[in-house]
């Protein structure tokens, strides 16, 4: 019998690996849910650690109220599914509460309201330690993410002050009012995923599949058109074939054109993409250093 | 097209996407390897090469870094800019922290932990070395084997990398001479003699141009070895795991609490070395009890075998009690279980070590705390010697250490087993990772 693993099977048995710890080292834990195919991997990934038992965590979503309605019907599938807990912070009750305002203009999005939102949820909830499907491949800032990632008690991330990360030590030690970020998936890569979503015939939402929709351009992005932005003149929405590669909000989610309406089509794309996923993503474009300046309020 | 049609793929389908031409997916295997060197000996340079010949970086990627190249007045694309991705490494042209890079080729993938030359810096080679199969160390073909040169293979070498791959690099600047790649070869191999590392390789190559690093280089016809990332791609790794030494660490006990599993109960963990088959009979520690594998989950179903590194499941014939911090083995091999701990130690925190102050050990899936018994000698990382009269130890210094812990830990030394022989220290004040420790 063989005793190598393949590239996949070793990303999968690490990640397992650091599913399990989290559990054992943490009182509290959950998984941040985006709907997306990451988190959709990592709550698989979470099932196949515990089996026969189910998922010891429940699922967190951070609701801005903007998502792609096929996302929730997704979610709300998949929880049904898996016989998991669903914890919704919604990014709507925060605005009604009066903790973050609404940005106003015409490129204005709830994507940075949603910090507020899920550093409440976890405090509220107490979880010490956040499961989220980031990938370091993803953005320049994530590259420097650790497996365990140290937050204070404002939730913020010191990227220069890390915790050094060892063999297959993770220090998860933590003061009171302290939590964690983790990200068992650190070291996939785009391709590693959509290989994986093939290999275990993994169910994900059909926008990442080609449809036709109603989009329009706006700098250079192609967006869905959407209930929560308005068309600037000279804008114009018309049919298209699109897929996304990404899912975020409705209102940033940069769709790509292309007819990949198969697992294998689609990883036919990626393997000849250009450019990077994230680079449809308006929510990253804002400055050079978007993603980290989001990270060390709490993004994650 | 439903979801459901989508995804029903009968295995011929999977198995023709996973063969498409070149990639071949499926049998690709994974090697994690660190590069050790400083800006000046064009470290990033070759990542942003390697990166960009495998057509890892994409069109957005490389604009951006052209773009803010330009910026700075630089005629060349300053590949450093695709591995320092925090804002004050981009303002101060230094990287302060590991940085993880992937890229990978129909053969393997690859993750490289690119580590600074500057400051903190063999606290982060010893952070990238801790999980690399390979290190890849530069050498500038006009300075030849330098003192960092020696601390980076003495590091590599402290972390038992098993295979060494020396980059001669700028040999256009040395007129891509045969004679100085061979005085340089010659005079490593010399220093290496001290060394315990197994497989050492040398490239003469030129980042910048790209001369030996996927193409091969015309101006140097007298090199008949492989390219670096020939070399990279093909470097067997399969046989650098212990597979003879049984050890299992318990992470978590499995108790579903369900009508269908009412009294299952399986122990959770990664395979560190060794195979472990059904029927098996093993002893579980500390306890020492004997029993058997009964059965072994993987991946939602039962197998025959678990191997490095595996995270399974085992299920166990005898109803024992076995919790996290337990380490399961077989009865005519066994860990050693001691309270008593001497190790090399890599000191990280920012302050000197201090040998009265409380730590925390981590090691495997154990957490215990210990008193320092006595510090032997530091190392001098540039010559190798040991001294023995000034033990005052800071961040980055290397020295052997004794310490006894509260409960006896289940270890190897670090030569035979790289899980079960490291461990970190832990502050107990700050909650901190302050040392990683390899047990002699």
Not at chain 2, 25 to 44: E, H, I, N
Not at chain 2, 53 to 73: C, L, R, V, Y
Not at chain 2, 269 to 291: A, M, Q
Not at chain 2, 307 to 315: E, Q, R
Request: with cysteine.
């Amino acid at each position: 019998m063989s005793t190598s693993l393949s590239h996949l099977k070793e990303l999968e048995a690490e990640s397992i690996f650091i599913i399990r710890e989290t559990f054992a080292q943490f009182n509290k834990p959950a998984i941040l849910f985006s709907g997306g195919k990451d988190s959709i991997v990592l709550t698989h990934l979470a099932k196949k650690a515990f089996w026969p038992a189910k998922i010891p965590f429940p699922l967190v979503h951070v609701d801005t109220g903007h998502n792609f309605p096929e996302c929730i019907s997704f979610r709300d599938k998949l929880v049904k599914e898996f016989g998991v807990n669903l914890v919704v912070g919604s990014v709507q009750k925060s605005i009604d509460e009066g903790k973050v305002a609404e940005e106003v203009g015409v490129n204005a999005t709830r994507n940075r309201l949603q910090i507020t939102t899920l550093l409440d949820t976890i405090e509220e909830n107490q979880y010490d330690a956040c499961m989220g499907g980031a990938r370091r491949d993803e953005e320049k800032a994530r590259a420097k993410e650790r497996f365990f990632s140290h937050r204070d008690e404002f939730g913020q991330w010191d990227p220069k002050n890390q915790r050094p990360e060892l063999w297959n030590l993770f220090n998860g030690l933590k003061h009171y009012g302290e939590n964690f970020r983790v990200f068992p998936i650190s070291n996939w890569t785009e391709m590693d995923i959509w290989q994986y979503i093939l290999l275990e015939s993994i169910e994900i939402p059909d926008l990442y599949f080609s449809h036709i929709r109603k989009c329009y351009t706006r700098n250079g992005t192609i967006l869905s058109l959407n209930d929560f932005q308005e068309l600037k003149e000279g804008e114009e929405a018309k049919d298209m074939v699109i897929r996304f590669r990404t899912m975020g909000d409705i209102t940033i989610t940069g769709a790509v054109e292309s007819e990949a309406d198969t697992l294998e089509k689609i990883i036919l794309e990626v393997a000849a993409a250009r450019n990077t996923e994230r680079g449809g993503r308006a929510d990253d474009q804002r400055s050079e250093t978007a993603m980290e300046d989001r990270k060390k309020e709490g993004y994650f | 097209m439903t979801n459901a049609q989508k995804l029903q793929w009968k295995t011929e389908k999977k198995k023709d996407i996973f063969n498409m031409g070149d990639n071949n997916y499926l049998d690709r295997d994974l090697l994690r390897f660190t590069t050790a060197g400083s800006v000046d000996d064009g470290k990033s340079t070759l990542i942003g090469r390697l990166l960009y010949d495998s057509k890892s970086i994409f069109e957005d990627q490389m604009a951006a870094i052209k773009n803010i190249s330009k910026k700075k007045g630089l005629e060349h694309i300053d590949f450093s800019l695709l591995t320092d991705g925090l804002k004050d490494e981009r303002e101060q042209g230094i990287t302060i922290d590991v940085a993880y890079r992937y890229f990978s080729t129909p053969k393997r993938k690859f993750i490289i932990a690119d580590t600074p030359g500057h400051i903190q810096y063999t606290r982060n080679m010893i952070t990238g070395a801790s999980t690399a199969n390979l290190a890849l160390i530069l050498i500038d073909a006009r300075k030849g084997v330098i003192e960092q040169t020696k601390r980076h293979s003495f590091i590599a070498s402290l972390l038992q990398i098993k295979h060494i791959v020396v980059c001669i690099n700028k040999m256009d600047l040395a007129d891509y001479g045969q004679e100085r790649y061979d005085e340089i070869v010659t005079e490593y191999e010399n220093f290496a003699t001290k060394l315990d590392v197994e497989d050492v390789r040398f490239v003469p190559i030129s980042a910048l141009h790209g001369d030996n690093v996927v193409d091969r280089s015309d101006k140097m016809k007298w090199y008949e070895g492989s390219t670096l990332l020939h070399t990279l791609e093909n470097i067997h790794i399969g046989g650098d795991r212990n597979m003879k030494d049984c050890r299992f660490p318990v992470q978590t006990v499995i108790r579903p609490h369900s009508d269908e599993y009412h009294d299952y109960r399986g122990y959770a963990g990664r395979v560190e070395s060794g195979i472990f088959k059904v029927g098996d009979e093993v002893t579980v520690l500390p306890s020492g009890f004997n029993t058997k594998i009964a059965s072994i989950i993987d991946n939602e179903k039962e197998v025959q075998q678990a191997f490095p590194p595996m995270s399974v499941t085992l299920n166990l014939t005898d109803d024992i009690d076995l919790s996290r911090g337990d380490m399961v083995v077989r009865p005519n091999n066994q860990a050693n279980a001691t309270q008593d701990v001497d190790f090399m130690m890599c000191w990280m925190g920012n302050e000197t070590f201090d040998p009265n102050k409380k730590y925390i050990v981590l090691h495997t899936t154990n957490r215990v705390r210990c008193i320092i018994k006595e510090v032997l000698y530091k190392v001098d990382i540039n010559t190798l010697h040991r001294e023995e009269s000034d033990i005052e130890i800071r961040m980055n210094d290397i020295a052997r250490i004794k310490i006894r812990t509260t409960k006896p830990l289940l270890c190897d030394s670090y030569s035979k087993n790289r899980s079960t022989g490291s461990l970190i220290l832990v502050e107990e004040a700050t909650n901190n990772t302050v040392a990683a420790g390899m047990i002699i």
